[in-house]
């Protein structure tokens, strides 16, 4: 075996560590690849000898070009929420992308859109992968006690304010087994959770053209639900404005948010938003089953 060979070899064995850093700090398969690529290239350009830990300098190598690239999406003015159209049509590989955004966590992947880069950086290598202060300080050009209180204000606005407990363990209930329903197509199940005077509100880039802003009736509101339920596999729960509701985030990246009014374990209210703005108005917090 060469040394290139060997070098190959030791690099591999952290490829899936670095693809999962990348992926939790880019959101995107295609461009965590890319950057694991770059961490590629800069080692056969150094003297792999002179590195006593590996691991750790792959890690802050993929670590700065991930940084540089979410800055470079700052710089272009991209959302912050990561909002496309109805259809997303930019992952590379669609059937990729879903596996894994499902396997990090939809809600996850959208809060950590709305982060700065060198916060997102700092969260994600402190409290995803325990890498010490010290070691991120450098990758994000902060001191240690800056860098921690970047990931002490990213970890506030990922997990959010913990909800009042007696009431929003309820809700949380009622709106996991609408999205559950929602998934499975169940009409039964639909009309179990919804109040019999139940009212859906939506914004319009929410709804295929000739449907209605506003419906009103539980077999309705489940009709409609079991016809446009599609989009229901990329749900997932979240805290929105505070409170339990859920996001529609194909591929990590929001597409819709739900709100819910929830009375004596029924939802009497449910709102569809889709207007760019109105996500961007919007507080989303990540929460743990």
Known sequence: ?????????????????????????????AEA???????????????????????????TVVSRVCLDMLRSRTA???????????????AGDPEREALVAESVGRALLVVLDTLAPAERVAFVLHDLFAVPFDQIAPVVGRTPATTKKLASRA??????????????????????AFLAASRDGDMEALLAVLDPEVVRRADPAALP??????SRGARAVA???????????????????????????????????????????????????????????????????
Do not use: C, K
């Not at 075996?1 to 995107?28: N, P, Q």
């Not at 690849?33 to 792959?58: K, P, S, T, Y």
């Not at 339990?244 to 209210?269: C, H, K, Q, S, W």
């Open 1 to 29: 075996m060469t040394g290139d060979d060997e070098l190959a070899g030791r690099f591999e064995a952290h490829r899936e560590h670095l693809r999962a850093v990348a992926y939790r700090l880019l959101g995107s398969a």
């Open 33 to 59: 690849d890319d950057a694991v690529q770059e961490a590629w290239l800069r080692l056969g350009r150094v003297d792999a000898g002179e590195i006593g830990n590996l691991a750790g300098w792959l890690t």
């Open 76 to 90: 272009r003015g991209e959302d912050p929420l990561g909002y496309r159209s109805e259809e997303v049509t930019d």
């Open 155 to 176: 970890r506030h606005r990922v997990r959010g304010v913990p909800a009042p407990s007696g009431v929003e363990p309820g809700r949380r209930r009622v709106v996991e």
């Open 209 to 214: 053209r000739g449907v209605p802003a506003v």
């Open 223 to 289: 009709g409609e639900v079991l016809v446009l339920g599609g989009r229901a596999r990329f749900a997932e729960i979240a805290l929105v404005n505070g409170t339990f509701g859920a996001v529609v985030a194909p591929y990590g990246r929001l597409l819709l948010a739900l709100t819910f009014t929830v009375e004596n374990d029924r939802i009497t209210e449910y709102e569809v938003i889709a207007d760019p703005a109105r996500l961007r108005g919007l507080t989303l917090s990540f929460t743990e089953s």
